[in-house]
């Protein structure tokens, strides 16, 4: 096949474009770099060093002979699709490219603007580009399982059927979302529902949980291939965060109660997940949505789960509750379906000790960059 990637030099994003390449396909790239820049307006760099988007793929190339076509734009021009979209000819777009940080969304006001407008206006381009260039082009999109929230029953994968006064029909699964990073993603779900009934366009809905690790089987090849690990307050997913706090000596930032649950994943199962969702595309006219999580835990579970590992390594892992700076629900229930996948083949990749033990390791490797400074957040909007 090929396959774009939107949003290459992400954390995600760049392990699927390596992927992919690995797999067969023919792999074209595309990142403005706002991530960098965002880190570095910030002072959220990542823990290792990431070449440049092109530097990485000549990188892999070196290392693997294979080839990876990467440009750098901003895809809120609706020529950059044009331009790619008539000159690569896509089968299939994953749908990275978006503002991905909660804290960063709610940062202030020009940080929010920026969240919105990104986020939809690339959503909406990315659309249009294929109603009017390739309408036979399945959409893989990366949502996320904040999109539901917390809600007091069952999270269904995606759709929810009504029976209301005795007639019955089929909706998508309530969506009220903790953040505007988050409510940016509740209404791509709507502008793809309603591009999807109106021009019969093919996508897939990834609602995806936080994300953890730095290993697969491409990042192995090379450290320099490593994803871009964020431990920061902006930047970095709960897991990843407490590894770098075990090995800096830092007590696990847990907010609040610590009863906050998600489902989580590791990064090898993203890759499995979306590979998975590409080679099963959706049909004319069909919205499919899958819950991407393989397992759920609570904060205080996790930040148990590092301490255990951590300490028999010698960490002395200490855990010291904070106060929540996010409005979020820190004792709820939490019982979403995420049976999709897995029919489709998931092979999940379970957060054992073992794992835990070698993400630490590679952490520790890292340990003299690690900036205490970072880690602590920064963002407030629990006022
Ligand atoms: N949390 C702590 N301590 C910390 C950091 C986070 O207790 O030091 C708590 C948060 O309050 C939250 C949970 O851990 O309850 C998860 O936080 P997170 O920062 O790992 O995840 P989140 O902000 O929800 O966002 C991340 C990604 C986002 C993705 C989302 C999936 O940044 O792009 O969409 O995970 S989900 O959470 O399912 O919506």
């Known amino acids: ?73 901003d895809l809120k021009d609706f020529r950059l699709f044009e331009s790619v979209f008539s000159e690569f000819k896509p089968d299939a777009v994953i749908h990275y490219a978006e503002q991905p940080s909660a804290p960063y969304s709610l940062k202030g006001y020009e940080e929010a603007h920026y969240t919105l407008k990104n986020n939809l206006e690339v959503t909406h381009n990315l659309l249009w580009a294929v109603i009017k260039y390739a309408p036979d082009c399945h959409i893989v999109k990366l949502g996320t399982m904040g999109e539901y929230g917390t809600p007091n029953i069952d999270i269904e994968e995606g759709w929810l059927d009504i029976e209301h006064k005795g007639r019955k029909h089929k909706f998508l699964y309530p969506r009220q979302a903790g953040s505007l990073y988050h409510t940016t993603k509740v209404l791509d779900t709507d502008l793809m529902w309603f591009y999807v009934r109106t021009f019969n366009l093919k996508v897939t809905d990834l609602m995806q949980g936080p994300v953890y690790g730095l290993s697969t089987s491409e990042t192995d090849l ?24 075990a090995v800096a000596g830092i007590p696990l930032t847990v907010y609040g109660k610590g009863g906050q649950i998600r489902g989580y994943l590791n990064l090898k199962d993203t890759l499995q997940c979306v590979d998975l969702a590409t080679n099963n595309p959706a049909k004319e006219g069909e919205l499919k949505i899958y819950n991407q999580l393989t397992e759920t835990f609570s904060v205080n579970q996790l930040a148990d789960k590092v301490k255990k590992v951590g300490d028999q390594m010698g960490l002395g892992v200490e855990i010291k509750p904070i106060p929540n700076p996010r409005k979020e ?19 999940p990749n379970y957060l054992t000790d073992d794992v835990l033990v070698s993400m630490l390791e590679q952490v520790l490797k890292y340990k003299n960059a690690i900036v205490v400074d970072k880690i602590m957040p920064r963002v407030k909007w629990n006022k």
């Open 1 to 73: 096949m090929k396959i774009l990637i939107l949003g290459a030099d992400g954390y995600l994003g760049w392990p699927t474009m390596m992927h992919f390449a690995k797999q067969g396909h023919e792999v074209y790239g595309i990142d403005d770099y706002s991530r960098r820049l965002i880190a570095m307006q910030t002072s959220s760099e990542a823990l290792m060093p990431n070449p440049n988007l092109e530097d990485r793929a000549k990188l892999f190339n070196e290392v693997s002979g294979l080839n990876l076509q990467c440009r750098i734009g």
């Open 222 to 245: 090379d450290e320099r291939l490593l994803p871009n690990f964020h431990y920061d307050d902006i930047f970095g997913t709960l897991v990843n965060r407490f590894l770098v706090q």
């Open 329 to 347: 629900a820190e004792d709820h229930y939490y019982n979403p379906t995420h049976t999709g996948l897995i029919e489709l083949g998931l092979q």
